[in-house]
């Protein structure tokens, strides 16, 4: 198994045509705090005539406080992925410093889709089709989206994700009760006016027990509720399996997620 800072530079394990050939406007400062600056990068399709959907990929954590993970490859061969696909995709860094930090992650969240759609001439993208993309701990900053979802958000697609913060964490894992609460993003498949977005989910079966519990919870509220979503269950496979496991199961669900997107955007 690789240790984080080899998993960090490893890339997804697909592709497809012109991921060498997208644009990038890299280390843009959308907020500043503390007087820490934090950066997205921007990527787009090469020579577009028409402005792109923008997906918002989501990372997970706990992070340091010094740490790039924009930078880092599963996101930037993500992005390119997207771009190549026709999507403009935005990665940025957010304080998910550790598990009482989503409040501070979800207000970056926001500010990050704000800026980018006040700049949407600029980065030459549709502020009026948004989606967003999570993974593993970037779970829960879905749920104030899933409460009370804009107009222009289409869909969302989420990756070994945690939907559900009331399951058993290990002790250093487990957020604050009040925090539990508000970033479950089970909480508000049935309680928003508006109408939940589509969802895609992904699962692998050795992934952390806390994990596939969350979002096992999350799919049946889901049913319960008539939610519109799609579940690719993997057999095998790791957390970051889009990363970790070369083979026909991780392909096809990256494939799919991207079809999912082209339908829904």
């Known amino acids: 198994m690789p240790d984080q800072a080899q998993f960090f530079n490893m890339r ?9 050939r997208v644009e990038v406007k890299k280390d843009l400062v959308y907020r ?12 787009s399709p ?18 340091s406080p010094d740490s790039n993970l924009k930078d880092a490859q599963p996101l930037v061969s993500l992005a390119q992925l997207l771009a190549a696909s026709g999507f403009s995709a ?24 704000r800026i980018v759609r006040e700049r949407a001439d600029e980065f030459h993208l549709d502020k009026n089709r948004v989606a967003f993309w999570a993974s593993s701990a970037g779970g829960p900053l879905l749920s104030p989206w899933l409460l009370q979802r804009p107009s222009y958000l289409r869909c ?18 487990t957020p604050p009760e009040d925090q539990r609460r508000e970033f479950s993003a089970i909480r508000y498949i049935g ?28 799919v049946a509220e889901a049913l319960s509720q008539n939610i519109a979503f799609q579940l690719l269950a993997r057999p095998n ?17 990256l ?8 339908t829904h955007l």
């Open 12 to 20: 997804i394990v697909y592709s497809v045509p012109g991921m060498d």
């Open 32 to 43: 500043t705090v503390s007087e820490r600056s934090l950066k997205m990068d921007v990527y």
């Open 46 to 63: 090469a020579h577009s005539d028409n402005p792109s959907p923008v997906i918002f990929l989501i990372h997970g954590g706990p992070v």
């Open 90 to 113: 935005v990665v940025f860094n957010h304080r998910l410093l550790s598990p009482s930090h989503f409040r501070e992650s979800a207000g970056d969240l926001a500010e990050v889709v």
């Open 156 to 173: 969302v697609a989420a990756y070994s994700v945690i939907l559900d913060l009331d399951v058993p964490f290990p002790p250093i894992a």
């Open 191 to 218: 309680e928003g006016v508006r109408k939940v977005p589509p969802i895609f989910i992904a699962k692998t079966e050795n992934d952390h027990p806390w994990v596939n519990q969350s979002i096992a919870r999350f």
């Open 237 to 253: 496979g790791h957390h970051g399996f889009e990363v970790m496991d070369d083979d026909v199961w991780s392909k096809e669900i």
């Open 255 to 262: 494939e799919r997620t991207i079809s999912f997107y082209k």
